[in-house]
């Protein structure tokens, strides 16, 4: 299953206001041209192709804070590799999912969390 997200930022034309100082004679806010009004513009498109790929801050959401902090100094940097990729494949034998279940346990709060989002 793909799933295509749009990427948007604060458009550059109007900073997010929706209106530009115009350019015609007399002046004026008018609607902003490169974001049609909509103060935003269109960074890019993620497609997420499998299924049990999210978003690292989804994932980011089912980390135990105190189990977190109970982590090594290496594993921490490790969740945090894992985060920085912007996706996160919590499927069998993947990388995401091997790895947070080694470093949380099969126990914890954050494995039951994560094993909840994969459903």
Not at 24 to 45: N, Q, Y
Not at 78 to 99: E, I, M, S, T
Request: proline content about 2%; charged content about 25%; aromatic content about 6%.
């Amino acid at each position: 299953m793909a799933i295509l997200k749009r990427k948007l930022d604060v458009c550059r034309a109007c900073d997010g206001t929706k209106t530009v100082e115009s350019t015609a004679p007399g002046g004026g806010l008018i609607e902003c041209p490169s974001c049609e009004g909509s103060g935003k513009w269109l960074r890019g498109w993620i497609e997420i192709c499998e299924d049990n790929v999210f978003e690292s801050h989804t994932v980011l959401e089912c980390l135990d804070a105190t189990e977190h902090t109970a982590l090594t100094d290496t594993q921490k940097d490790g969740v945090l590799h894992l985060l920085a990729c912007g996706l996160v494949d919590l499927n069998d034998g993947k990388a995401g999912k091997v790895r947070l279940w080694s470093w949380f346990g099969a126990e914890s709060t954050t494995v039951a969390n994560l094993t909840a989002l994969i459903g």
